[in-house]
């Protein structure tokens, strides 16, 4: 469960960390799971994301690992990282402390930013990139690999929630959608969101982010996550999938129970 000061760090700044949630045993296999599903896709070839760091100044003679971006919903299709990370224990204890006993992911991937040729990610809020109006919903990124200013960790503008959320636009040639980006010219107070393997970052849906290229020889390994309780799930506007991870305050590990919901119903459960 959270602390009272990181309840009162997430109010006023819109995040806060804990150090060594997750053991240093788990973290390996995390990764060791990662790097053989990047030199094995197999059948999940579409896990990985068409997003390549060519468009970042790379070249086809890259190795493998060395051309993706990140890894969309891999934990769904491997147990080791489904449970090391958005089932684990120590990190729903956390999650329930924010949004209650019954817990679901809504958004899961793993993001790669290889040395020399990771990318930057623009300044943006996840609540600007969304179709459903979660507000609540519980935002968080995990390091598998240390997360230095060296190698292009994330950047929060602390207290930047309280602005409320902000119409993103989508430049040409962009990522995805973003801040304007007359609003993030010479920013003050912006803090470096340096972490250690098991450490993992919880903040606000409202939170001004972002995350400078790597132009380090030290290549890094995180996974985000998104977690909305059931009460949520139940104002999705579209069509939406998400994978049980608590019920009544018990964890549910791999292989995730899928919930659909179709304009606020729940029409669908099953593996």
Request: aromatic share 10%.
């Amino acid at each position: 469960m959270i602390t009272v000061e990181q309840q009162q760090l997430y109010q006023r700044d819109g995040y806060f960390i804990v150090r060594n949630l997750v053991e240093s045993s788990a973290i390996a296999e995390i990764k060791a799971t990662i790097l053989d599903f990047i030199d094995n896709p197999g059948e999940l070839e579409q896990v990985l994301d068409p997003e390549l760091v060519v468009r970042q100044g790379g070249g086809e003679h890259l190795s493998y690992r060395a051309k993706f971006r990140k890894l969309q919903r891999l934990g769904r299709y491997r147990p080791t990282v489904w449970n090391n990370y958005y089932a684990h224990p120590n990190v729903l204890s956390v999650i329930r402390s924010l949004l209650g006993g019954n817990l679901l992911v809504k958004y899961d991937s793993v993001f790669l930013k290889p040395a020399k040729t990771g990318g930057a990610t623009p300044w943006h809020q996840d609540i600007g990139l969304w179709r459903d109006d979660h507000v609540e919903a519980a935002n968080a990124w995990i390091a598998v690999d240390p997360a230095s200013k060296e190698n292009g960790c994330m950047q929060f503008l602390p207290a930047s929630h309280h602005g409320g959320l902000i119409d993103h636009v989508l430049y040409e040639g962009g990522l995805h959608g973003e801040l304007p980006r007359n609003l993030v010219v010479n920013l003050e107070g912006v803090v470096d969101i340096e972490l250690q393997p098991g450490d993992v970052v919880f903040w606000h849906s409202y939170m001004w982010h972002y995350s400078p290229p790597n132009t380090s020889d030290q290549s890094r390994i995180g996974m985000g996550a998104v977690w909305a309780s059931l009460e949520q799930t139940q104002t999705s506007k579209r069509v939406k999938e998400y994978f049980w991870v608590m019920k009544d305050g018990q964890p549910l590990p791999h292989p995730p129970e899928k919930l659909l919901v179709d304009e606020g119903t729940s029409v669908d459960a099953g593996y």
